[in-house]
């Protein structure tokens, strides 16, 4: 079966010090993969997804930035924080392809200081 | 544009009544419709998803919704509702031409003991 990790859970991090959030699927292969962010009692902002090693799309401009560097691995990094980062990142997987059901990792509680 | 719409943001019913949760969507094309359900601080699990075919579809927990093209519409409904299912619950949208979801801001359910 397919598992998503992502890691830290939570995060304390001071305005301006950089960022690297990690998602990595299991059982499976060629995954798209997304980073969403939720402010608190907000909806789930797009920010970025993947469909193969290498490829990135961005969704919102701003100081966020993604990587892939392996199939399964995804990764969100800043290089300066800002107070507005602050919130709960999400991120998912998709069976290869179009219109197939998105999984959620548990999320990182990102707190900017 | 493509949208979804979730008009409720609050809903508070009883421990034991029906319970209905609205969604609405704006696509030219047949859309892939999902639900998902979050607990406080945690990722988004899937509850039911609808691709084609029967417009009445089962998940899990005993949840069921009905895709409704006339009106638009893919709610949410449960004939009775468990003190666990106290949670937010988000409608997504896809279709075969993207890679992105679409998600409604997202209806929060408190149950009445």
């Known amino acids: 079966s397919q598992t998503i990790h992502q890691w830290p859970a939570t995060l304390v991090q001071p305005v301006g010090s950089p960022l690297s959030l990690e998602c990595t699927v299991e059982?499976?292969?060629?995954?798209?993969l997304y980073w969403y962010r939720q402010a608190a009692g907000r909806g789930l902002q797009l920010l970025f997804y993947?469909?193969?090693?290498?490829?990135i799309s961005s969704e919102v401009p701003q100081n966020l930035s993604a990587s892939r560097p392996q199939d399964r691995q995804f990764i969100l990094s800043s290089k300066k924080l800002l107070l507005s980062d602050s919130g709960f990142y999400l991120c998912a997987w998709v069976l290869s392809g179009r219109g197939h059901e998105q999984y959620f990792g548990p999320g990182t509680r990102l707190t900017v200081t | 544009a493509q949208s979804v719409t979730q008009p409720d943001i609050h809903i508070t019913v009883s421990e034991g009544a029906s319970l209905e949760l609205r969604c609405n969507y704006s696509?030219?094309?047949?859309?892939?419709l999902f639900w998902y359900v979050q607990s406080p601080g945690q990722g988004l699990q899937l509850l039911l998803k609808y691709f084609s075919g029967d417009t009445l579809v089962q998940g899990i927990k005993g949840f069921e919704a009905e895709f409704k093209r006339s009106q638009s519409s893919f709610n949410l409904r449960k004939p009775s509702v468990h003190w666990s299912d106290a949670a937010e619950y988000f409608c997504a949208s896809t279709t075969s031409g993207t890679y992105k979801y679409i998600f409604g801001t997202g209806t929060r359910l408190k149950v009445l003991a």
């Open positions: 696509y030219g094309a047949t859309p892939y």
């Open positions: 993947s469909v193969g090693i290498g490829q």
């Open positions: 059982g499976t292969s060629n995954p798209n």
